[in-house]
């Protein structure tokens, strides 16, 4: 690992963690794309994100596009990140929690993600799941897997950004879902 990246690694590792999870998965994308390879995040870090910091999580999920098999452990192993017991996750000795990368595509539901946001970041900028489709993931584990969890994220999701979400989109994804009554429940509260 080149010591400009470590220093890096060791600035990030010490910020809030509020922001620490966005800023390491926009300078990891950094290095992903110079490799041609799509970097997106999803799961709880967005959760966070959305939340400003209200709900925390301690891993970040990464979604890549692109010819990733060689690329992962190369970048990752670069940067001192080890694979964890399990097969896609990534550790690393500054952090205190993991980084995950299951497989493409982004499927929420029987539905395709293809469309996601960009935020721009202090590391540049980064590709994240919309509100939307994070809303409906939750919505999708609490009521499947009865994890009220999940719900809870859903809710909190919902307060912090009903004013800038697509409400039409999310009806219309819950309604062919056949989770219009959990979201009903949800956004009338």
Same mark, same amino acid.
């Given at each position: ?10 600035? @990030? ?45 301690? #891993? ?14 190369? @970048? ?19 952090? #205190? ?29 980064? +590709? !994240?799941?919309?509100? +939307? ?5 939750? !919505? @999708?584990?609490?009521? +499947? ?6 719900? +809870? ?14 409400? #039409? ?21």
């Amino acid at each position: 690992m080149s010591g400009k990246n470590q220093q890096k690694l060791k600035i @990030i590792a010490e910020l809030p963690q509020t922001i620490r999870q966005v800023t390491l998965a926009a300078f990891l994308s950094k290095l992903f794309r110079a490799k041609n390879m799509d970097f997106i995040l999803v799961g709880g870090a967005t959760v966070q994100f959305y939340t400003q910091g209200t709900y925390l999580t301690k #891993d970040i999920d990464v979604i890549l596009r692109g010819d990733t098999k060689e690329m992962i452990e190369e @970048i990752m192993n670069s940067l001192g990140f080890r694979r964890t017991s399990n097969y896609r996750q990534f550790g690393h000795p500054v952090f #205190d929690f993991s980084i995950e990368f299951p497989p493409s595509p982004i499927e929420i539901g029987s539905r395709t993600i293809s469309k996601v946001n960009v935020i721009e970041t202090p590391e540049g900028p980064l +590709e !994240i799941i919309r509100i +939307e489709d994070i809303i409906m993931d939750r !919505i @999708i584990a609490g009521v +499947e897997w009865k994890h009220q969890g999940s719900i +809870e994220q859903a809710k909190l999701l919902w307060m912090k950004n009903q004013k800038r979400i697509d409400l #039409d989109y999310l009806t219309d994804f819950a309604k062919k879902e056949g989770y219009l009554k959990t979201l009903n429940q949800i956004i009338s509260r």
